[in-house]
């Protein structure tokens, strides 16, 4: 949240969980996590792992900033997937360590495009909306996209993303037959995903950009193709939810506060383009609690729990 600070004990405690039972008891890579309480969008868990799984001692989204701002580069490696070629960076500062995802892609399609049933003009693929997402996400108090700053590596202007360890890719967790272990909390999860794509207006949603992690937590990457201009919807019909504290910071989304917190990585067409889809998504929404009842729209988020299903860390991205 902001001006809060993070309970880092408690993120460890969610993620050294207890003992699974029989053979895995004994095996570190399957762990039992055991949840925390948490205020709409995972207040109090920020999931923030260092390279050994550990939580990285950074009490605000100040602090981990300033790192990915300012840490040491140690090493860059090719991640091998994603359009963008991005790198994986390890970074080190007064003895934290912990993982980046570096992209300084800008690239532009001139003309008009039809892109999931939209038509965008100049659509633009830039590493500075990943930075974009994670202060809205802010703004919002979701706590489900990575932390992003801009950075410059090896004189190349880029994007420094914090590296969300021990997770797998939806698409890979549905090829190894990988079920949620609470189905409630994984829908409700996906509809505040929905919610956030169509406010961003996320032109590459897809199952390969939603990470989760051993606590079945899904946290939502790659928005180098978000912030279109135009001011219509992706998928409108996929808006039939909303998570009651997501709810209430979209309506009380304030134009001034975006364009303070996202100016600096989006233009005034962009900025327009998210007010004018956010009023489009509150729109939806109310027309569906009209129709439908409150109870039937607005939902809050279940609490995370010893669900006793861990996403198999053995062979999770990291």
Same mark, same amino acid.
């Given at each position: 949240?902001?001006?809060?600070?993070?309970?880092?004990?408690?993120?460890?405690?969610?993620?050294?969980?207890?003992?699974?039972?029989?053979?895995?008891?004994?095996?570190?890579?399957?762990?039992?996590?055991?949840?925390?309480?948490?205020?709409?969008?995972?207040?109090?868990?920020?999931?923030?792992?260092?390279?050994?799984?550990?939580?990285?001692?950074?009490?605000?989204?100040?602090?981990? #900033?300033?790192?990915?701002?300012?840490?040491?580069?140690?090493? *860059?490696?090719?991640?091998?997937?994603?359009?963008?070629? /991005?790198?994986?960076?390890?970074?080190?500062?007064?003895?934290?360590?912990?993982?980046?995802?570096?992209? @300084?892609?800008?690239?532009?399609?001139?003309?008009?495009?039809?892109?999931?049933?939209?038509?965008?003009?100049?659509?633009?693929?830039?590493?500075?909306?990943?930075?974009?997402?994670?202060?809205?996400?802010?703004?919002?108090?979701?706590?489900?996209?990575?932390?992003?700053? /801009?950075?410059?590596?090896?004189?190349?202007?880029?994007?420094?993303?914090?590296?969300?360890?021990?997770?797998?890719?939806?698409?890979?967790?549905?090829?190894?037959?990988?079920?949620?272990?609470?189905?409630?909390?994984?829908?409700?999860?996906?509809?505040?995903?929905?919610?956030? @794509?169509?406010?961003?207006?996320?032109? @590459?949603?897809?199952?390969?950009?939603?990470?989760? @992690?051993?606590?079945?937590?899904?946290?939502?990457?790659?928005?180098?193709?978000?912030?279109?201009?135009?001011?219509?919807?992706?998928?409108?019909?996929?808006?039939?939810?909303? #998570?009651?504290?997501?709810?209430?910071?979209?309506?009380?989304?304030?134009?001034?506060?975006?364009?303070?917190?996202?100016?600096?990585?989006?233009?005034?067409? #962009? *900025?327009?383009?998210?007010?004018?889809?956010?009023?489009?998504?509150?729109?939806?929404?109310?027309?569906?609690?009209?129709?439908?009842?409150?109870?039937?729209?607005?939902?809050?988020?279940?609490?995370?729990?010893?669900?006793?299903?861990?996403?198999?860390?053995?062979?999770?991205?990291?």
């Amino acid at each position: 949240m902001r001006g809060k600070r993070w309970d880092v004990s408690w993120a460890y405690m969610l993620l050294v969980g207890v003992a699974c039972v029989g053979a895995e008891a004994t095996d570190p890579t399957r762990l039992d996590p055991v949840g925390v309480a948490g205020v709409g969008a995972e207040a109090t868990d920020p999931g923030w792992l260092g390279p050994d799984g550990q939580p990285l001692p950074f009490a605000t989204h100040e602090e981990v #900033e300033e790192f990915l701002r300012t840490a040491e580069v140690v090493s *860059i490696e090719d991640v091998g997937t994603g359009v963008t070629l /991005p790198r994986k960076l390890l970074l080190e500062k007064g003895g934290v360590r912990a993982h980046a995802i570096f992209k @300084d892609v800008d690239e532009r399609t001139p003309g008009v495009s039809r892109v999931k049933g939209l038509t965008l003009t100049n659509w633009h693929d830039y590493h500075l909306y990943d930075c974009a997402a994670y202060q809205l996400d802010r703004i919002l108090e979701m706590n489900h996209v990575p932390p992003s700053v /801009p950075r410059t590596v090896n004189n190349r202007d880029g994007t420094a993303t914090l590296w969300i360890e021990h997770t797998i890719m939806d698409v890979d967790r549905r090829e190894r037959g990988l079920e949620p272990p609470s189905m409630i909390r994984w829908h409700q999860q996906q509809k505040m995903m929905f919610v956030f @794509d169509a406010l961003v207006g996320n032109a @590459d949603a897809n199952l390969s950009n939603v990470l989760i @992690d051993r606590t079945w937590k899904l946290w939502f990457i790659d928005h180098t193709r978000s912030f279109v201009t135009s001011k219509k919807l992706f998928a409108p019909k996929s808006l039939v939810h909303c #998570e009651r504290g997501l709810w209430r910071a979209i309506n009380e989304l304030d134009k001034g506060d975006v364009k303070e917190r996202l100016g600096p990585f989006l233009d005034g067409k #962009e *900025i327009e383009a998210v007010m004018a889809r956010r009023d489009e998504i509150v729109k939806i929404i109310q027309q569906e609690i009209k129709d439908r009842g409150e109870a039937s729209v607005l939902y809050d988020l279940q609490r995370p729990g010893a669900f006793g299903l861990p996403v198999d860390a053995s062979q999770a991205r990291s």
